[in-house]
């Protein structure tokens, strides 16, 4: 069964650690870093979205694209330059998700 963010990979799920900010732990229960499953970025998400429902508002717009205020980080690397929710992960690979923050 497909999920909403998914295409059809052929690639097997592998875990990833998801290190979340303290603005999104409440969904969690406090954890900071949560263990999902996927051969993509956007698997990962549907991974996390199952295992945490609240935390897909926080994640995703209404068309299920990534928030504007949210930053991804596969490893050390921002996923907007490695194909956003497409962006293949290896096996214990971390995505870290940030708050943007803005300045003046």
């Known amino acids: 069964m497909a999920g909403f963010l998914t295409t059809s990979t052929l690639e097997m ?3 990833v650690d998801v290190r979340l900010p303290t603005i999104l732990r409440t969904a969690t229960g406090g954890q900071a870093t949560v263990a999902a499953e996927g051969a993509t970025v956007g698997e990962v998400f549907d991974d996390l979205i199952r ?3 609240t935390l897909r508002d926080q994640l995703l717009t209404s068309d299920g ?3 504007r205020h949210l930053n991804i980080y596969l490893n050390d690397d921002d996923i907007r330059y ?3 929710l497409d962006a293949k992960v ?6 870290t998700l940030m708050p943007a ?3 003046g």
Request: proline share 14%.
């Open 82 to 84: 490695l194909g956003k």
């Open 65 to 67: 694209e990534l928030h």
């Open 51 to 53: 295992q945490h429902p």
């Open 101 to 103: 923050v803005a300045g």
């Open 90 to 95: 290896g096996d214990r690979d971390t995505l």
């Open 13 to 15: 799920p592998v875990p």
